[in-house]
Structure formats: C-alpha cells, structure tokens
Nanobody, 121 residues
Framework: QVQLVESGGGLVQAGGSLRLSCAAS????????VAWFRQAPGKEREFVAV????????NYADSVKGRFSISRDNAKNTVYLQMNSLKPEDTAVYYC??????????????WGQGTQVTVSS
C-alpha cells in the first residue's frame, strides 16, 4: 500500500487560494491514480478531482471546475490541488487517496489523514 500525507490546509477568506499537497511513500507511486475527496460536517464524502499516473487524464467535480487544478510530480511522489476563487462551501476536510482512476471512493484503497480547509465569508 501507499502511505499518504496531506498538507497545506488552513483558513482563507472567500476568493482566496490554497495549494494542498499529498506526499506519498511506500509502493510505486506511479502505479496509482490519485484523487482528492472532501467531507464537510454532516455531509457525505464527495469527489473533488482525480489524476491518472501519467497526468494525461484528469477529472473534476462540477462544483470545482475552472477553480481547482490537480497536478502531480512523480519524481517527488507528490500530488497537488491548487484551489482558487475559494468559496465558503468549499470548507471541508480534504483527503487524498491512491487507487484506480475513478470518481468513486471505494476504488481507492489508500487514504491520507485529511487536512482542514476553512473558507470564511
């Protein structure tokens, strides 16, 4: 399994930006697609973005298209989520996950511990 550690969360005003990082260790990182999910209080975990091993394929939730961008640096075993034009509704714990390229959480068998993102209005 791949071990994942997220960082970069914090408190930001609406309209601001944050960049989350997901650092991987363990088995070969390039064997896996990596996705970001998020979970707000009282809500189910939802898909945010995914990138395949070669960065050729990417997919985003409709709610973040045009504002968020996912990228990866396989030499650094790291995936990034650049979040721009943040809204209060983006407030959640953000998780990265490694597995099969999909928007579905059960397709991912390695998860990080999460990083809190709070957007104030």
């Amino acid at each position: 399994q791949v071990q994942l550690v997220e960082s970069g969360g914090g408190l930001v005003q609406a309209g601001g930006s944050l960049r989350l990082s997901c650092a991987a260790s363990g088995l070969s990182f390039t064997n896996y697609a990596v996705a970001w999910f998020r979970q707000a209080p009282g809500k189910e975990r939802e898909f945010v973005a995914v990138i395949n091993w070669s960065s050729v394929s990417r997919n985003y939730a409709d709610s973040v298209k045009g504002r968020f961008s996912i990228s990866r640096d396989n030499a650094k075993n790291t995936v990034y989520l650049q979040m721009n034009s943040l809204k209060p509704e983006d407030t959640a714990v953000y998780y990265c996950a490694a597995g099969i390229y999909s928007t579905l959480a059960p397709k991912y068998n390695s998860w990080g511990q999460g990083t809190q993102v709070t957007v104030s209005s």
